[in-house]
């Protein structure tokens, strides 16, 4: 299962600002990307799209190594950070808590809205499949 | 009892290596043809039926290797306790066997009854009507004579081969209704191939040997792998025949929509048309847009022996260890 991840769930945000802050998402995909950054790498990775001051920068990285998502190691004079969790193990902890808070609570009316939601998904595909099919053969295959 | 306790070891643990040997050969060699394939999957569903008339008919010596080996230090306790548990475990169960052949057995005897009863209730169609042409035309293509077509409205939205000695196809109406005269060709090509291989029977046969194994936990696994190698083959046949893979395509999604609507008569006739799930129909039709393969009914010759290696296997460890 692995230490517990404090997070925020916010449903309609879309991606990792579901869990995570607007700066705090995007420094983690800089840290993912490059598998182990400095704050000054990061800073200077993410301010060749907006201006941010290195101590912001400083001070979100040191809240994400609290929070157990990244793992900081001393290197001479500066510290050297790391993902503590993969992007999939990191989505896959985040499924599980929300799951294990919602089922804890609502139990039923979860589980069957997850069937109902398997079951739109699966028509959807099909009818994605039936478009191709038909987008084919309207182009003369058969 | 007595006779039915050994079938219960023989059942679970020769299920079990079976389907182990199956999934592994099908996961390290891919890219076997579906008959290959088919045949390893028919083996682990049948090889515990045949290993127990072999027993009986041959009196094998069961558990000889355990017995060779009893009182021999730590591996002859071994036997002897594997041995013990797997007597006890076979008294057991055999009471709930006895019930599952039962079931198993009246289902499939019911299933061809029903079948018998389902033909004559509907009469077959005129020479001249859009199916039994089709047929007409399809069936000399594929080297047979035209079986006899009937037209039903249950179970909705399904197409197959009944009966045993003189195959007959039923189509659902309501499916016929729907598809266009190049989908209708395909569904029929689709049939036609099932009955040119002798399925409408092994099927029905398949569908007795997983009911009765039922509890040995595998055999709706297995069966699952065995019909979608058997549908991928008459899938191919079918558009080797018509030439037409995106017309199979869309008669399947429309068979499976209309196939929700209702489920009375397909539990009846589930040992001739064992109900196809969604995951099942995304899978054929994600096959046939990729481009379904060659036909292939026989393979690369050495993959032949495949199934009657895994057969071997089996029942070597079958006769070690039962």
Excluded at chain 2, 27 to 34: A, D, G, H, N, Y
Aim: hydrophobic fraction near 50%; glycine fraction near 8%; charge should be positive.
């Amino acid at each position: 299962m692995g230490t517990e991840i404090p997070f925020e769930f916010r449903p309609h945000g879309t991606g990792l600002a579901k869990v995570l802050g607007e700066l705090e998402t995007e420094v983690m995909e800089v840290v993912w990307q490059l598998g182990g950054a400095t704050v000054r790498d990061v800073h200077r990775y993410l301010n060749q799209k907006r201006p941010l001051a290195y101590t912001t920068v400083m001070t979100t990285m040191t809240r994400l190594a609290q929070k157990g998502l990244l793992e900081r190691e001393q290197e001479s004079n500066y510290y050297v950070y790391r993902p503590a969790l993969t992007r999939e193990e990191f989505a896959d902890r985040v499924a599980r808590t929300v799951l294990d808070g919602l089922l804890d609570e609502f139990a039923r009316p979860v589980l069957s809205h997850l069937v109902e939601r398997i079951g739109a998904e699966d028509e959807a595909r099909l009818r994605e499949l039936e478009e191709l099919i038909r987008r084919r053969r309207a182009g003369g295959q058969k | 009892m007595t006779y039915l306790h050994p079938f219960v070891i023989y059942a679970s643990f020769g299920t079990l290596v079976g389907t182990l040997l199956a999934a592994a050969v099908v996961k390290c060699l891919p890219k076997l043809p579906p008959a290959i394939k088919r045949g390893i999957w028919w083996v682990s569903l049948a090889l515990p039926f045949a290993g127990y008339v072999l027993s009986w008919t041959w009196r094998w010596q069961t558990g000889c290797w355990g017995w060779m080996l009893s009182g021999q230090g730590y591996a002859g306790a071994f036997f002897t306790w594997l041995c013990r548990v797997g007597t006890a475990l076979g008294y057991a169960l055999a009471p709930f066997f006895a019930v599952a052949l039962v079931a198993g057995v009246t289902k499939a005897v019911a299933a061809a009854g029903l079948a018998r009863r389902f033909t004559r209730r509907f009469p077959p169609e005129r020479a001249d009507s859009r199916v039994a042409r089709q047929v007409q035309e399809l069936a000399p293509r594929m080297g047979l004579a035209p079986p006899a077509v009937i037209l039903a409205p249950h179970p909705p939205g399904q197409a197959f081969a009944i009966g045993f000695r003189r195959p007959i196809l039923v189509l659902s109406r309501q499916l016929v209704r729907e598809l266009d005269d190049s989908e209708l060709t395909a569904v029929l090509a689709h049939e036609l191939s099932h009955v040119e291989v002798g399925d409408h029977w092994k099927k029905w046969l398949g569908v007795m040997f997983r009911d009765i194994l039922f509890f040995t936990g595998l055999s709706f696994l297995v069966f699952r792998n065995l019909q979608a190698e058997t549908e991928a083959m008459a899938d191919a046949r079918a558009v080797q025949v018509t030439g037409t893979p995106l017309a199979l395509a869309a008669a399947l999604i429309k068979g499976w929509r209309l196939g929700r609507l209702g489920t009375r008569w397909q539990m009846a006739l589930d040992n001739f048309a064992p109900l196809v799930g969604l995951g099942e129909v995304q899978y054929r039709v994600q096959r046939l847009l990729e481009g379904v393969p060659a036909v292939s009914h026989t393979g690369m010759v050495w993959g032949r022996w495949l199934p009657a290696a895994v057969a071997a296997v089996t029942a070597v460890v079958l006769f070690l260890f039962s």
